[in-house]
């Protein structure tokens, strides 16, 4: 078993893929119309997180994820958050990703009384017919509904996903976005260029993804216009009042070791990476029988640790330490970078200007070979 960090790991990942129908846009491991398998996978999450616990230190941060984790019903998640409540450390945070027509404040005052702290909302667009382009099931009225179910439970923390890059979407459909987080004032933003991934609805058309520059002109007016109403622009797509960044995804930028349970669900431990196969049914029959879930391991060596760190720590707004990281590919470009006004240098640090940040993808191609 691979050792970790110094006292355990401390963020802890949970996929809870079931989803009522799948988004055009979505790529990610989800199952539709397997409502009937919850019992069962409850069940199996459970019996990954006993085989796991040897890992685990005092947890800092868990973060319920998906598909859509409010299908899997208050019942079940009370259950799961009680397996895992003794493992969390004082003060932990623990989210749950929630999807606008799911959320009732029942469902919320339970998860609440059973120890989420943060709410995070796909609200994904306020514009009905950008929703319709997405394939959501919810519409705007659904997520302002949302939103006063999570404060009505006395859920402290509130983030909203947003996208940019929707075909369609107008500079003017962005500023109602920007309006509408304005007036409800969630403590974190996720504002989320959409990606066309491969084996998607929206990737084999008819919809086109619009043109590059179209796309940073919405990505400047969305980090302008949250600025300009008092968010931190922490990472390259999230937002935050002071002190309210997502500390589980600091975790990943920061290159920390995380578990994950469930189908689908990547953990990187003591230098060492894993990745459970999709297919509920194997994950589920697997952990039926005590054996460990289907697994591929995945190659995580010191080169490709190095480029995951400059890659993830350009990411946020604090200097990037080469000791730590490493060197980079071409370290002269470094100083063409600096010159031009795309990264500054401290002792031993590198950090993205703001121009820098609008430009990351382009900055680390000159600075790493991908
Ligand atoms: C996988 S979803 C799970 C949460 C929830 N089911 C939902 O849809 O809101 C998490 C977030 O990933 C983002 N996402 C999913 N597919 C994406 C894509 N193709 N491009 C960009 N963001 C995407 C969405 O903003 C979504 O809120
Ligand atoms: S975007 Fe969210 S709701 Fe839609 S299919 Fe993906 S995980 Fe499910």
Not at 51 to 70: H, K, M, N
Not at 196 to 216: T, Y
Not at 242 to 260: F, I, T
Not at 335 to 354: N, Y
Request: overall charge negative; aromatic content about 6%; some cysteine.
């Amino acid at each position: 078993m691979r050792s970790g960090e110094p006292g355990g790991v401390a963020h802890l990942y949970v996929h809870l893929p079931f989803c009522a129908a799948r988004c055009g846009y979505c790529a990610f491991v989800v199952e539709v119309g397997r409502d009937d398998a919850r019992d069962a996978y409850l069940d199996a999450v459970l019996a990954e997180l006993e085989r796991e616990r040897g890992r685990l230190g005092a947890l800092e941060t868990l973060y319920l994820g998906g598909g859509t984790p409010t299908l899997m019903g208050a019942g079940r998640l009370s259950a799961l958050l009680a397996a895992i409540s003794p493992l969390l450390a004082p003060g932990a945070e623990v989210t749950i990703e929630a999807n606008p027509e799911t959320v009732d404040q029942n469902l919320m005052a339970a998860l609440a009384g059973a120890g989420v702290n943060r709410v995070s909302l796909g609200v994904q667009s306020t514009h009905p017919h950008l929703l319709g382009v997405l394939d959501r099931q919810a519409g705007p009225d659904d997520a302002a509904r949302a939103v006063r179910a999570v404060r009505a439970a006395g859920i402290p923390r509130l983030s909203v996903d947003l996208l940019l890059g929707v075909p369609g979407q107008s500079q003017a459909d962005l500023a109602a976005d920007l309006a509408w987080v304005t007036e409800v004032g969630p403590d974190h933003v996720s504002w989320y260029e959409l990606e066309f991934k491969e084996g998607s609805a929206i990737a084999s058309g008819p919809h086109l993804p619009p043109d590059e520059d179209m796309s940073a002109d919405l990505y400047e007016e969305a980090v302008e216009g949250l600025e300009a109403a008092g968010y931190r622009w922490y990472e390259l797509a999230n937002f935050c009042r002071p002190g309210a960044e997502c500390r589980h995804s600091l975790a990943y930028w920061r290159a920390r070791d995380y578990v994950g349970l469930g189908v689908g669900a990547v953990s990187t431990v003591g230098g060492g990476r894993w990745r459970n196969a999709p297919g509920l049914d194997r994950y589920v029959a697997a952990l039926g029988r005590g054996d460990a879930p289907p697994r591929t391991q995945e190659p995580l060596d010191a080169d490709t640790r190095r480029r995951e760190r400059w890659m993830l720590g350009t990411r946020v707004d604090e200097p990037l330490d080469m000791a730590w990281a490493g060197s980079p590919d071409r370290p002269a470009a470094l100083d063409v970078l600096e010159a031009g006004g795309l990264l500054e240098r401290g002792r031993g640090t590198v950090r993205l200007t703001r121009r820098g940040r609008l430009l990351q993808n382009a900055v680390m191609q000159e600075i790493m070979d991908f």
